[in-house]
């Protein structure tokens, strides 16, 4: 940070800063491109070796809204099952918050080697593969925190967890926020991704999602955009609702 920047976030009131600061990642995301983007696939190793100098296992600002939403859709003592649990951050605050019996898994060695060091019991599993075999029993949910949107056949997986499960718990980005519209406006496709656009393989709005979860058999029982505009994401949630979860339970079932 140059010596005029310290001085400015020194001397200005907090909210300001904060403010300006806001204003400027917008900007840049309706303009520009992440300074970290490289072409190719993600490799997850390297992304956990990357976050663990920055807050591995912490939750941030914006993971926390979200963990927030799962606390309040599971009741407390639940069997829960967390795909793609990463450094098991939500997974050890629903823990911590709800009780419930909790359980992860990841295709990062590294991840689970991280979690196994926090007390979480994680094991290893590509989703990718049939996802039966690496199921335990039947849990009262399954968590799937933005994970859905980087896998080619979310059908085929979301359809091995029916029989295992009594609800799905899905986080998304919602590709109908007013700033993505704004960014095809301006000739570039909505930025969803961080470290290579090769990140996310699916995107839907809220009126897709609700169409494509009706399609699959599912209803819904809760939506909610946990990230975005605040209180008009609330009250129009697929304009200024930039990040969405669901609550998914089998249409079929009474």
């Given at each position: 940070m140059s010596?005029?920047?310290?001085?400015?976030?020194?001397?200005?009131?907090?909210a300001l800063w904060e403010r300006l600061a806001?204003?400027?990642?917008?900007?840049?995301?309706?303009?520009?491109?992440?300074?970290?983007?490289?072409?190719?696939?993600?490799?997850?190793?390297?992304?956990?070796?990357?976050?663990?100098?920055?807050?591995?296992?912490?939750?941030?600002?914006?993971?926390?809204?979200?963990?927030?939403?799962?606390?309040?859709?599971?009741?407390?003592?639940?069997?829960?099952?967390?795909?793609?649990?990463?450094?098991?951050?939500?997974?050890?605050?629903?823990?911590?918050?709800?009780?419930?019996?909790?359980?992860?898994?990841?295709?990062?060695?590294?991840?689970v080697e991280f979690c196994r060091a926090q007390g979480l019991k994680v094991d290893l599993a590509d989703i990718n593969q049939p996802i039966e075999d690496a199921l335990d029993g039947h849990f009262d949910a399954v968590i799937l925190s933005e994970i859905i949107e980087h896998i080619p056949d979310p059908e085929r997986l979301l359809n091995a967890l029916r029989p295992h499960t009594d609800r799905l718990i899905v986080s998304i980005p919602n590709t109908g926020f007013y700033q993505h519209r704004l960014r095809l406006l301006l000739g570039k496709f909505p930025l969803q991704w961080v470290v290579s656009p090769g990140e996310h393989l699916r995107f839907w709005t809220l009126a897709d999602f609700r169409?494509?979860?009706?399609?699959?058999?599912?209803?819904?029982?809760?939506?909610?955009?946990?990230?975005?505009?605040?209180?008009l994401?609330?009250?129009w949630p697929a304009l200024f609702g930039q990040a969405m979860v669901y609550v998914l339970e089998d249409a079929s079932a009474p």
């Amino acid at each position: 940070m140059s010596k005029l920047k310290r001085t400015a976030r020194r001397l200005m009131p907090r909210a300001l800063w904060e403010r300006l600061a806001e204003i400027k990642r917008t900007v840049r995301r309706l303009t520009g491109y992440p300074d970290t983007a490289r072409v190719g696939a993600t490799d997850y190793d390297e992304y956990w070796d990357a976050k663990a100098s920055t807050g591995m296992g912490k939750l941030s600002t914006f993971r926390r809204r979200r963990a927030d939403v799962f606390a309040r859709v599971i009741r407390p003592g639940a069997r829960v099952l967390d795909l793609g649990v990463g450094d098991g951050a939500i997974l050890k605050y629903l823990i911590e918050q709800r009780q419930i019996d909790g359980y992860g898994l990841d295709i990062s060695p590294k991840a689970v080697e991280f979690c196994r060091a926090q007390g979480l019991k994680v094991d290893l599993a590509d989703i990718n593969q049939p996802i039966e075999d690496a199921l335990d029993g039947h849990f009262d949910a399954v968590i799937l925190s933005e994970i859905i949107e980087h896998i080619p056949d979310p059908e085929r997986l979301l359809n091995a967890l029916r029989p295992h499960t009594d609800r799905l718990i899905v986080s998304i980005p919602n590709t109908g926020f007013y700033q993505h519209r704004l960014r095809l406006l301006l000739g570039k496709f909505p930025l969803q991704w961080v470290v290579s656009p090769g990140e996310h393989l699916r995107f839907w709005t809220l009126a897709d999602f609700r169409w494509w979860a009706r399609q699959m058999g599912f209803r819904i029982v809760v939506e909610e955009a946990y990230e975005g505009t605040p209180f008009l994401r609330r009250v129009w949630p697929a304009l200024f609702g930039q990040a969405m979860v669901y609550v998914l339970e089998d249409a079929s079932a009474p």
